[in-house]
Structure formats: C-alpha cells, structure tokens
C-alpha cells in the first residue's frame, strides 16, 4: 500500500519496508496542515498534522529520538509554531 505524504510517496508501514510509528488522528487534508522534520527522500523524517494550530497527529518514520516528546504533544494538542517542529527541540516542546 501506498501513502501519499506532500509530492514524496512512501511505503505505509505495513509494507514494513519503511518503520514508522503513529499516534493521534491525522487531519482532515482540507483543512488540516502537515509540517515535515527531515528528509523524505532519505525516509528519514516525522511528519505532524496540525488542526486549528493544534498538533493533532504525528507519524515518525525511521526517526526514533523523540517517541516520547511526540506523544505528549499530540496527547495534549499543543499548539507548536511550526518552525519549532521543524527544527526546534522537541522534548522541551513535549
């Protein structure tokens, strides 16, 4: 199966060729907003969906320093600027 994530197209993690981890809701693609840390054509990358402002989802792909910094922002629905996400140091946003 195949995801489309921005222009890149990547292996869902079912494909298990890619390992990747989800937590929370993604967004509605309408409405909802998607900032990148990473690269995605390294396949190296978390992926966040914002709702409102609100990080509503995050999905880490082959990326595994900050489980537990992504978990409580999307458990809280923190509102992030989105430069922070893509740069920032997130255990000390999460």
Known sequence: MLCALSETTWPHRRCRTSP????????????????????????????????DGRVTAALNVNVWDHGDALQRIVDGQLAVAEETLRTGDLPAVG
Do not use: K
């Not at 900032?35 to 990358?45: E, I, K, M, Q």
């Open 20 to 51: 990747a981890r989800s937590r929370g809701r993604l967004a509605d693609p309408g409405t909802g907003r998607l900032v990148v840390r990473g690269d995605l054509a390294d396949r190296a990358f978390v992926a966040f969906w914002l709702r």
